[in-house]
């Protein structure tokens, strides 16, 4: 456990390290929300509802998008893709490590770092956005927050093993970001796609990235279809926990051998 | 036992093969061709606990591959490794804790973190105890110079301060086997000095060791055994003192004369040796023989006889022009008896 621990400690101080870059995130952030809800005011400015959603309602979901998205995104996969594509994973193959452990130690040392990020950024969304509901049941939520960084971990970690055989990190890193974007709610609720949409995002893990909190923030969902949509994100985080486990171990065969 | 048995040690790799161009590439997306490549092929290796090692070959050998299969990073196609009883690719993490390894071209820092950020990582790792801990740090110190390295962050070191960091990553937990990778590459005379005597102390002490290089002055000190590798093949595996007493064997004794002889002179006083008139003629010569069959002494000797002797150099050839032979095709050398 000891050597898990230093290691999320040592992210946590390499994001601090980058703190500039992380400001500037939040600058972009900020713009970002800005817009959105330029464009759903727009839309919903005369009191209507969109898929069961109302202005306050639509602001707060932005919000929880906003909020979910940084869990687990301080140490991008970037940091984890490179690891691999350097040669460095060789190294972590001969230490008393696993791969997959230390990786995980690392994105959770980047907890600190998105909570700040989280806290201010937010907090000065909720004073300058105008009124919004707050959350229906906050256990449940926190609940159901828990299981966010786990989940887009072992989905980071399975998509940058990719690497091993592609030897490229962009193409898989657009092709997911995109996906995930639509299937995780974080573009504009499920509930606003295609029938198609929704079932395809039913089966995969995105949505319980971004939708389910913010459901259950909303008070969208009753309180045992919470329980059932937290349950569905216990089972991803075990089930993409053991699945990146066998998957590592199979492209960890694939390292190549440069020079010689 | 020996410490590590390698017996028929093979992998083989994959490569697509494209033709050239972007139309190459665009065929290559529907029209899938591969070649098999083999990296290293049947090699069988056996050292024993406290030995140094030096194993070398021109660049794409296999050298760093036979490295990874030892080390368990790669899975051998065929054949087999131990060491210290265990399988490197299905014991990781059991054999991780008895071998060091130090890539030469690759740090295991973290790059954003001060060294001793990355040390005390590797500390937790082996769970060494804070008193252990430190004894190593010192004893680093003393021959890498650590201390000042300690509060740097690992981006910001010199090609040499990295090497010397990594040094000790790869030495913290006191390996009983040390897989070291061109340890030298790139640093200057000073640094390398540096290294070279770390790795004497290390073998003093009677780590196992394996070096891999391109600068055959690494070894020359430390290493007893040279096993040379070349298309993936073991060519050579034998005594360091073996090979120079075998292959190297030619001396050259430069001589500059007071006064002036031919070449036919010299020549005739020794029949054994070849002679060559050097940039000034008739007072400069060399004279090159094998040293089983003549001795610099008597050349000397020979010559004061006939002339008055200004100047004297003596070449002995390097372990280095033996392999630069090899690696040219130039010497074939038979098959050395392990020791």
């Known amino acids: ?260 | 036992m020996a410490l590590l048995e390698a017996h028929d040690l093979t992998k083989t790799f994959r490569r697509p093969e494209k033709d050239p161009g972007l139309r190459g590439s665009f065929k290559h997306l529907f029209q899938r061709k591969y070649s098999t490549k083999t990296a290293v092929g049947g090699v069988d290796l056996s050292i024993e606990a406290g030995e140094a090692v030096a194993y070398v070959g021109p660049n794409g050998a296999g050298k760093s591959t036979t490295i990874k299969l030892l080390t368990g990073i790669v899975e051998p196609t065929s054949g087999e490794v131990r060491i210290g009883g265990l399988v490197p690719h299905r014991n990781r993490v059991a054999n991780s804790r008895q071998i060091g390894v130090l890539f030469g071209q690759r740090t295991q820092l973290w790059w954003d973190l001060p060294v001793r950020e990355s040390l005390a990582l590797l500390r937790d790792m082996y769970d060494l105890s804070p008193d252990r801990f430190r004894a190593q740090l010192k004893r680093f110190d003393e021959v890498l110079g650590l201390d000042e390295l300690l509060p740097v962050v690992a981006r910001k070191l010199s090609l040499g301060q990295r090497m010397r960091a990594d040094l000790a990553c790869a030495l913290l937990h006191d390996p009983r086997i040390v897989f070291l990778d061109e340890p030298t590459i790139g640093l200057d005379i000073a640094v390398k000095d540096r290294v070279r005597e770390f790795l004497r102390q290390l073998k003093a002490e009677g780590t196992t060791i394996m070096l891999t290089t391109h600068d055959l002055g690494d070894i020359e000190d430390t290493c007893e055994r040279i096993v040379i590798i070349d298309g993936g093949r073991v060519i050579y595996d034998g005594s360091l003192a073996q090979v120079k007493d075998r292959y190297a064997r030619e001396r050259r004794v430069h001589l500059q004369l007071g006064s002036e002889l031919t070449v036919t002179e010299l020549a005739d006083r020794f029949p054994q040796a070849t002679v060559t008139a050097g940039a000034e003629g008739r007072r400069e010569f060399t004279i090159a023989f094998d040293k089983a069959e003549l001795t610099a002494g008597a050349v000397l000797a020979g010559v004061a006889q006939i002339a008055e002797v200004l100047e004297v150099k003596i070449d002995e050839p390097a372990i280095e022009d033996v392999v630069r032979k090899v690696y040219a095709g130039e010497l074939l050398l038979a098959e050395g008896s392990t020791p």
């Not at chain 1, 980058?18 to 959105?36: D, P």
């Not at chain 1, 786990?150 to 030897?167: M, N, S, Y």
């Not at chain 1, 066998?246 to 440069?258: D, K, L, P």
Request: aromatic share 12%.
């Open chain 1, 1 to 260: 456990m000891k050597p898990y621990r230093t290691m999320a400690r040592n992210s946590m101080q390499s994001t601090f390290a980058f703190r500039t870059a992380f400001l500037m995130a939040a600058v972009a952030a900020c713009f970002q929300l800005v817009a959105t809800v330029a464009l759903w005011s727009a839309l919903l400015s005369n009191g209507g509802s969109i898929g069961g959603f109302t202005l306050p309602e639509m602001k707060a979901y932005l919000l929880m998008g906003y909020v979910t998205g940084w869990l687990g995104n301080a140490i991008g996969e970037w940091v984890l893709a490179n690891r691999i594509r350097d040669g460095q994973v060789a190294l972590d193959l001969v230490k008393p490590i696993e791969t997959q452990k230390m990786m995980f130690a690392q994105t959770l040392g980047g907890l600190p770092m998105e909570l700040i990020m989280i806290v201010t950024v937010g907090a000065g969304f909720v004073l300058v956005a105008g009124p919004m509901p707050g959350p229906s049941n906050i256990p449940l939520l926190m609940l159901s927050l828990v299981f966010v960084m786990p989940i887009r971990f072992c989905i980071a970690f399975l998509t940058t093993q990719l690497v091993f055989w592609t030897q490229n990190f962009h193409g898989v890193s657009w092709a997911r970001n995109a996906v995930g974007a639509v299937l995780s709610g974080s573009l504009v609720p499920l509930s606003l796609m295609p029938t198609w949409l929704q079932t395809t995002a039913a089966v995969l893990p995105f949505a319980s990235l971004t939708s389910t909190p913010a459901l259950i923030y909303l008070g969208k969902v009753s309180t045992p279809t919470a329980y059932l949509l937290i349950g569905v994100q216990a089972f991803w985080v075990v089930a993409l926990w053991f699945l990146a486990r066998v998957a590592f171990r199979a492209a960890s065969r694939q390292v190549t051998v440069h020079g010689g």
